[in-house]
């Protein structure tokens, strides 16, 4: 189980031509640990070779615009519970905390609910608590699995594959759509829906009045 955990890691992470390089030695280890069914493992190989096939450009653009494009199937796992509130911050520490007492130190810019980490940690425990690690994950992994599968993405075999470690099992979960990356990222204008009187909303069009003043009082040349 450890080496696949290792090696659905590696799938989960960025092709880079490392990856791509081991993608069949990887395949082969799979195949020799047996930890999962005849069934997820033919995904996987599907995937594999899918990978294998692509360019680099083309096997890194897809993998950008698959997980780093919208939240559903985002693998930072704290994004689906915490998303950007206070409750991150401590949640990060903790499993960094988590981490460190197994002798394990994130690298520079890493994240720890980064999946791909996760799963690296999990491979350093014994098969009973490594389970019961998946398994407290389980329903980040459905909402993960799910949304992949709506976008009819081969790495959907991955996170099957997680869940049947865990002992769990994929099922249906409603996913909504994703919003535009665009409006999730924009801002309001500056002065928009201003209320104020004499003030109009910016898109409209605000006639302009000068007014002569009705006396020199006050005023200084």
Same mark, same amino acid.
């Given at each position: 189980?450890?080496?696949? !955990? ?6 989960l992470?960025y ?5 791509r390089? +081991?993608?069949?030695v990887?395949?082969?280890?799979l +195949?020799d640990e047996?930890?999962?069914?005849? @069934? ?6 599907? !995937?594999?070779a899918?990978i ?7 096997a ?5 615009? !698959?997980f ?7 693998? +930072? ?5 915490? $998303? ?5 911050g401590?949640?990060?520490i903790?499993l960094?905390?988590?981490?460190e007492q197994? $002798? ?7 994240l ?5 980490v ?11 608590e490594?389970?019961?690690?998946? %398994? ?5 992994? %459905? ?16 996170? $099957? ?6 002992? *769990? ?14 409006? @999730? ?7 928009? *829906?201003?209320?104020?009187? $004499? ?5 409209? @069009?605000?006639?302009? +009045? ?5 006396? @020199?009082?006050g005023?200084?040349?």
């Amino acid at each position: 189980m450890a080496m696949t !955990l290792r090696i659905l890691a590696r799938l989960l992470s960025y092709p880079d031509a490392d990856l791509r390089q +081991h993608l069949r030695v990887m395949r082969d280890v799979l +195949h020799d640990e047996r930890a999962l069914t005849s @069934t997820r493992l033919a995904e996987l190989d599907a !995937l594999i070779a899918s990978i294998d096939r692509q360019t680099d450009i083309d096997a890194e653009a897809d993998y950008v615009q !698959l997980f780093d494009s919208g939240r559903r199937t985002s693998l +930072h796992l704290f994004e689906h519970v915490h $998303g950007d509130s206070r409750e991150r911050g401590p949640a990060m520490i903790d499993l960094a905390q988590t981490f460190e007492q197994a $002798g394990l130190y994130l690298t520079e810019g890493t994240l720890p609910d980064y999946l791909p980490v996760v799963l690296e940690y999990a491979s350093t425990q014994p098969p009973r608590e490594a389970r019961a690690f998946l %398994n407290e994950m389980e329903e980040i992994l %459905n909402v993960i699995f799910n949304a992949l599968l709506k976008r009819n993405s081969r790495y959907a075999s991955a996170l $099957g594959a997680l869940l049947e470690l865990a002992g *769990g099992k994929a099922r249906p979960v409603r996913i909504p759509d994703d919003e535009p990356i665009d409006d @999730t990222w924009a801002e309001p204008a500056a002065f928009d *829906g201003c209320v104020a009187r $004499g003030q109009q909303r910016t898109h409209t @069009t605000q006639p302009i +009045h000068i007014v002569r003043p009705t006396s @020199t009082q006050g005023v200084r040349t």
